[in-house]
Nanobody
């Protein structure tokens, strides 16, 4: 069974930085991509960043403030975000898309709160 375990969330101050990590286990599938989406209370889930074999993609709200990287061997994805704003407050979910099959695996989420 595929499991994704996120780490690195918590309380951050505006203007600060955060680093989220997610490690996948329980699979020998090759990875097409891994990434992060977030959902704030009362809002729709939105893309934060995704890294795939084809490249990277960032959500408009984090463009130029985020860097995503993936270690395919360790099955780990890392998100670095800078210049945090209160509207970055959300639950951040890691996801994994294997190659060759139409399924997406999700982590349980890690809360990020940006507040002074």
């Amino acid at each position: 069974q595929v499991q994704l375990v996120e780490s690195g969330g918590g309380l951050e101050h505006p203007g600060g930085s955060l680093r989220l990590s997610c490690v996948a286990s329980g699979t020998t599938l090759s990875i097409y991509g891994m990434g992060w989406v977030r959902q704030a209370p009362g809002k729709q889930r939105e893309l934060v960043a995704m890294v795939t074999v084809d490249g990277t993609k960032y959500g408009d709200s984090v463009q130029d403030r985020a860097i995503i990287s993936m270690d395919n061997v360790k099955k780990m994805v890392t998100l670095q975000m800078n210049s945090l704003r209160p509207d970055d407050t959300a639950m951040y979910y890691c996801n994994l898309k294997p190659q060759g099959i139409s399924v997406t695996y999700w982590g349980q989420g890690t809360q990020v709160t940006v507040s002074s």
